[in-house]
């Protein structure tokens, strides 16, 4: 379900790219980015909910080193990109800052509060804001023509149908593949940025992955920049606002996930920022600091 959701989904955002003349790299950070965060913003509510605060944290923050470390490593590795300056320090800037902010507001008191996620929140009004914006100054006037009524029908029914396979597909991998961690008595804090993480990373995996084999990998990058984003500045503050109560972080999130998050989103936006591309070195650097994390946090 997942394999096949990225495929048609990939296919789907694609098309609305060039029927509509917005850069790819936008829709990517955008509508694509919405959608592959479904599973960590569903996880970690119905996490925050049961009072599962160490899954929700772990949840939210592990999918960001995850997509970072694991999966753009992939991308940039397997296809290194040229990418616009204008479109992409917007956007690295503000996942450095959010992810730094996230770092901030919970180191003092080890805890997510009403005022952290309202600034949080904030962050991600501006970045969708951000993102209309400049699709609106760049549209590309040469757009492809729509055929007929039956292609964009097509279309659509890939798009919506893509999310669900990707939806559904991680949702039943994270429940089976946590019933298994917790049988084999792991903790939760583990549990939330390891198999929960990474699994409810796999949309972003498939698309990544699907798009480098349409060498589409404007879309993939924007994707995994807008998600990661989407990641911080949305889904703890929901579960705050739901919860209404500030959400716990583990000493294990502030010493170890949160630094090493951090660490690996420095390494992917600073240098591409300097370089106006990705290099395969950022890609080795990235995967090498994501292992030797796993490794910490496993021993």
């Not at 296919?11 to 029927?19: G, L, N, P, R, T």
């Not at 296809?79 to 730094?100: D, H, T, Y």
């Not at 757009?143 to 097509?154: G, P, S």
């Not at 699994?199 to 498939?206: A, F, I």
């Amino acid at each position: 379900m997942i394999i096949k959701g990225g495929d048609l989904f990939v296919d789907a955002a694609s098309w609305i790219a060039e029927v509509s003349g917005i850069p790819k790299f936008i829709i990517g950070a955008t509508i694509v980015s919405l959608a592959t965060t479904l599973p960590e913003l569903l996880v970690s509510v119905f996490a925050a909910v049961d009072n599962k605060t160490d899954i929700a944290i772990g949840n939210a923050v592990g999918s960001v080193t995850a997509n970072t470390g694991l999966i753009m490593a992939i991308s940039i590795i397997a296809m290194s990109a040229i990418i616009k300056r204008q479109s992409f320090a917007p956007k690295g800037i503000m996942l450095l800052a959010a992810v730094g902010a996230l770092c901030g507001f919970t180191f003092v008191n080890r805890e997510l509060n009403l005022f952290g996620s309202i600034c949080l929140f904030i962050f991600f009004i501006y970045f969708m804001y951000d993102n209309v914006k400049y699709a609106k100054e760049n549209i590309i006037e040469e757009k492809t023509k729509i055929k007929n009524k039956q292609e964009v029908v097509t279309n659509i029914l890939k798009f919506i149908g893509g999310t669900v396979g990707i939806v559904v597909g991680a949702d039943l991998l994270v429940d089976n593949g946590s019933a298994l961690a917790t049988i084999m008595h792991v903790p939760e804090s583990i549990i939330g940025v390891t198999i929960i993480a990474i699994g409810t990373s796999l949309p972003e995996l498939v698309t990544t992955i699907t798009a480098i084999s349409k060498k589409q990998s404007s879309l993939s990058i924007g994707n995994i920049i807008g998600a990661n984003i989407i990641d911080t500045t949305l889904i703890l503050p929901i579960c705050s606002f739901i919860t209404r109560a500030p959400v716990p972080v583990s000493q294990q999130s502030i010493a170890l996930d949160l630094p090493a998050c951090l660490i690996i989103s420095s390494v992917a936006v600073i240098p591409t920022l300097i370089f106006s591309k990705f290099s395969r070195w950022q890609g080795i650097l990235m995967m090498i600091l994501y292992i030797s994390y796993l490794v910490i946090l496993i021993a």
